[in-house]
C-alpha cells in the first residue's frame, strides 16, 4: 500500500516568494496533520483536518501560512511569502479511525530553504 | 514550557546489550503515550504505546514502562541492534479532548557492533 506521500522533497527559494507544498494521505484515513521540524523547537503541529475540516490551526505561525484539504486525498501548506525562518523540514502525516489516538503515519517530509 | 522531556539528546549501546530511552512529562491530563523512531531523510514512525492505565507494554524486542506517579516513562530495547540506530522521540496525548500529540526533542541512539 502507497505511504503518505508528499512533494516535493526538497525545496529552495528565495525569501518573498510562494512556496506551495502538497500532501497525499494514505486511502481512508479520517485525519490529516501538517507539522513542522526544526533543530530548536523540535516537531511542531500547525494544523490538522478531519473529514476534510480543520480542526485545530493554532499551530500555524501567522498570517502568512495557510493549509487547505479541498478533498480526502489532497492537502496543501502554502507560505506567502516565505521568509529565511521558514526553513525546516514540514511533515504530512494521516491516521486512521481505527488505529489508536497520536498513531499517524508520516510521509518522507519536505526539506525548505528560504534563502 | 516542555511538557515532554527527553533530557538525554544521545544515547551509545553496544550490540546485544539493552538500551533504555527516558522521558518525563509533566501534564497529569496526559492518558495515552507513544513512542517513534525516526530515520534520517525519513518522517517519523510508529514504534510502541501505552495507555495511562497501564504500566508496562511489550512487542517484541520492545516494552515501554509507565510511571504515572513519577511522570516518567521508558522505552527499553532489547536486544539492541545496529539497525535500531535512529532517533527516538517521545510523545504524548490527552486522547479525550483532541488528536494533538505534543512531542519531546528525541534522543539519538547508536547502536554499536
Known amino acids: 500500500d502507497a505511504g503518505v506521500i508528499q512533494s516535493p522533497r526538497h525545496e529552495v527559494t528565495e525569501m518573498g516568494q510562494e512556496v506551495t507544498l502538497r500532501c497525499k494521505p494514505i486511502s481512508g484515513h479520517d485525519y490529516l496533520f501538517w507539522y513542522r521540524q526544526t533543530m530548536m523547537r523540535g516537531l511542531e503541529l500547525l494544523i490538522y483536518f478531519n473529514n476534510n475540516v480543520p480542526i485545530d490551526d493554532s499551530g500555524m505561525p501567522e498570517d502568512r501560512f495557510s493549509a487547505k484539504m479541498p478533498n480526502a486525498s489532497f492537502s496543501t501548506l502554502k507560505i506567502q511569502p516565505s521568509e529565511p525562518r521558514d526553513s525546516a523540514v514540514y511533515f504530512c502525516?494521516?491516521?486512521?479511525?481505527?488505529?489508536?489516538?497520536?498513531?499517524?503515519?508520516f510521509g518522507e517530509g519536505s526539506r525548505l530553504t528560504v534563502l | 514550557d516542555q511538557q515532554v522531556k527527553q533530557n538525554s539528546p544521545s544515547l551509545s549501546v553496544q550490540e546485544g546489550r539493552i538500551s533504555i530511552l527516558n522521558c518525563d512529562y509533566t501534564?497529569?491530563?496526559?492518558?495515552?503515550f507513544l513512542w517513534y523512531k525516526k530515520y534520517p531523510a525519513e518522517g517519523p514512525t510508529f514504534l510502541i504505546s501505552?495507555?495511562?492505565i497501564k504500566d508496562k507494554n511489550e512487542d517484541g524486542r520492545f516494552t515501554v514502562f509507565l510511571n504515572k506517579s513519577a511522570k516518567h516513562l521508558s522505552l527499553h530495547i532489547v536486544p539492541s541492534q545496529p539497525g535500531d540506530s535512529a532517533v527516538y522521540f517521545c510523545?504524548?496525548?490527552?486522547?479525550?479532548?483532541?488528536?494533538?500529540?505534543?512531542w519531546g526533542l528525541g534522543t539519538s541512539l547508536a547502536v554499536n557492533p
Open positions: 510523545a504524548a496525548i490527552n486522547a479525550g479532548n483532541n488528536r494533538k500529540l505534543i
Open positions: 501534564n497529569s491530563m496526559f492518558d495515552y
Open positions: 501505552i495507555s495511562s
Open positions: 502525516a494521516s491516521s486512521s479511525p481505527g488505529r489508536g489516538a497520536g498513531e499517524l503515519f
